[in-house]
C-alpha cells in the first residue's frame, strides 16, 4: 500500500476510523534523520499490505503536531482503534518499525 499525506482534513477518515493499525511519520523537508527514515517508511508500506502507513508534514500541519506533542521528529506514532499504542523517536529500521505494528 502506498504511503498516505495525512492531513487535518482527511485525518478522523484515514487514521481515527481506520479499521487497520496506523503508523504516522511526523517529518519536515528540511529534517536530515526524517531523510534517512523515509525510505524504509516507504518499505513498511509496501511489506505491511494489512496496516496504513502515513506522512504528517510537521510544517504544513502544525495542529497535528501539536495535538500528539511532537518535540522532535522524527517522531513515529502507531494509532489502532483511534488510540496511540506505540511511539518512538528518532531513525528506526525496517525490522524495528514492523515490530511496532504488531499491535
Known amino acids: 500500500m502506498a504511503v498516505l499525506t495525512?492531513?487535518?482534513?482527511?485525518?478522523?477518515?484515514?487514521?481515527l476510523?481506520?479499521?487497520k493499525p496506523v503508523l504516522l511519520d511526523f517529518w519536515a523537508s528540511w529534517c536530515g534523520p526524517c531523510r534517512m527514515v523515509a525510505p524504509v517508511i516507504?518499505?513498511?508500506a509496501a511489506?505491511?499490505?494489512?496496516?496504513k502507513?502515513?506522512?504528517?508534514?510537521?510544517d504544513e500541519q502544525p495542529e497535528l503536531a501539536s495535538s500528539f506533542q511532537v518535540m522532535s521528529i522524527?517522531?513515529?506514532?502507531v494509532i489502532k482503534d483511534g488510540k496511540v499504542v506505540n511511539t518512538a523517536v528518532g531513525?528506526?529500521?525496517k525490522d524495528a518499525l514492523l515490530k511496532?505494528?504488531?499491535v
Open 6 to 15: 495525512i492531513t487535518k482534513e482527511n485525518f478522523d477518515q484515514e487514521v
Open 17 to 19: 476510523k481506520s479499521d
Open 42 to 44: 516507504e518499505e513498511v
Open 47 to 51: 511489506i505491511a499490505s494489512d496496516k
Open 53 to 58: 502507513v502515513g506522512k504528517v508534514n510537521v
Open 74 to 77: 522524527p517522531t513515529l506514532v
Open 91 to 93: 531513525v528506526r529500521s
Open 100 to 102: 511496532m505494528l504488531e
